[in-house]
């Protein structure tokens, strides 16, 4: 590596204080909610909105040859498409990934706070979208900036930013499609829509969960009726749905039904074991716990596995309830649920989505109406061993601008592209990190991006590109 380091980190300090932060003040303003969230996106227009504000943000880098395009296929997000050809004599053909799109609003956020609006605090930007995953592109850009500024080596970088990750990415594969001969073959793809441990060195993700989701539906009636007229004889369908959930999940334990793992790699559980030695009790506190609440009792390494290479299910919504104020005293017909559950990076989601259909619906409970529908069916994703020059692109770049070692870690997040990359680029080498720390709270109340981390990262990207353009990667 042979960069003026500190003029690098000075331009790209430059970059987030003169036009970065006010640009993601203005992107948390726009309620441009995934289509999971928002069926009616195109008729709102929040996505297009977010999208020009980018594509017109971008161009306030100045980047040589610079080449922009929002691409939109008939009925599908728009994709932001940025390519930078390869300059002083830098080889390679790198290509970075963020996403635009957000989660709901969700409630809980703090006095002054909220989804769309804007707060800097202690140095951090709260609201939706910031750290999840809007920087992303505009980390991207400025790293290049930065480079091109300094007259540094840079390879080919071709940036993909997509609106429909946060709804496991339907559309990026009609656009992975379509772009096909553009984009080429990568030999680094860099993403930034992952977590880090904490706030004080780079950390690297080598696993991502898969995701099922669906809703669970119970119908007993029609219709509503007095609880009085019917209590004894109509059951209730709320209990029905609970017996339905022992099908699948342990009550007391929370552990899954047997089908749903998979074997750990002995790989994973000795990174684990040095994360739980990095971060000690910062993994359990990093939650927000009510009163005396604690997660099950655990070694620290072993909680970190569950959270990484263990199927897990949360229910994120109820329906056919009315709020506990206005609810009247009679028995409802139906019970939904909205059902999440994180898959092991190495399961099939595909075969998990049909077996969970099977088991709920089996031998309905008093001959009951019960469906599953699934919506998303995403498998997860793990690394293949990091390639030499890459670690040492990784470290070098951690203990420069956060003055400590970079470390490896799974993550019990999904990011569908990485398993859509993975597949199609087997000898591709990955760099998946990111800024939601503790406390982050991505898809939360009071989500927040830490903006001397995000710098830091931006640093960290333009180090790792400069050492893509000049070393032969390994194959």
Known sequence: MNMNLEQVKKTISTHWSDYILDTLKEYIKIPNLSPQFDPDW?????MHKAAA????????????????????????????FLDVPAANGGEGNVLLYGHFDKQPEFDGWHPGKG??????????????????????MFSCLSAIAAMQREGNALPRCVILIEGSEESGSPDLPHYIELLA?????????????????????????????????????VDVLTEGVHSGGAGGIVPSSFRLLRSLYDRIEQNETGRLHERLYTEIPSWARTQSSEVAETLGSTIIERYPWAKDAEPVDEPLDELLIANTWHPSLATVGIGGAPLPDVAGNTLRPQTS????FRLPPNADASQ????????????????????????????????????????????????????????????GGTIPFMKMLGDRFPQCEFMVTGVLGPHSNAHGPNEFLDLKTAERVTCCVASVLNDAATRRLES
């Not at 649920?337 to 999440?340: F, P």
């Open 42 to 46: 195109e008729e709102n227009g929040h």
């Open 53 to 80: 504000l980018f594509a017109d943000s971008a161009r306030t880098f100045e980047i040589e040859e610079l080449s922009l395009r929002i691409v939109e296929l008939p009925s599908r997000t728009p994709l932001l």
């Open 115 to 136: 989804p769309w609006i804007p707060v800097v605090e202690h140095g951090r930007l709260f609201g939706r979208g910031g750290g999840d995953d809007g920087y992303a």
């Open 181 to 217: 001969d553009e984009i080429g073959k990568p030999d680094l793809v860099i993403c930034l829509d992952a977590e880090c441990g904490n706030y004080d060195q780079l950390w690297l993700t080598t696993s991502l969960r898969g995701m099922l989701s669906g809703t669970l539906t």
């Open 337 to 340: 649920t909205k059902m999440v």
């Open 352 to 411: 998990a989505a049909k077996f969970v259909q099977r088991e709920l619906e089996r031998d309905p409970p008093i001959g009951a109406a019960v469906r599953f529908e699934c919506d998303a069916a995403e498998s997860g994703w793990y690394s293949k061993p990091v390639a030499s020059w890459l670690h040492e692109s990784l470290d070098r770049a951690s203990r420069t601008f956060f003055g400590q070692p970079y470390r490896r870690m799974g993550t």
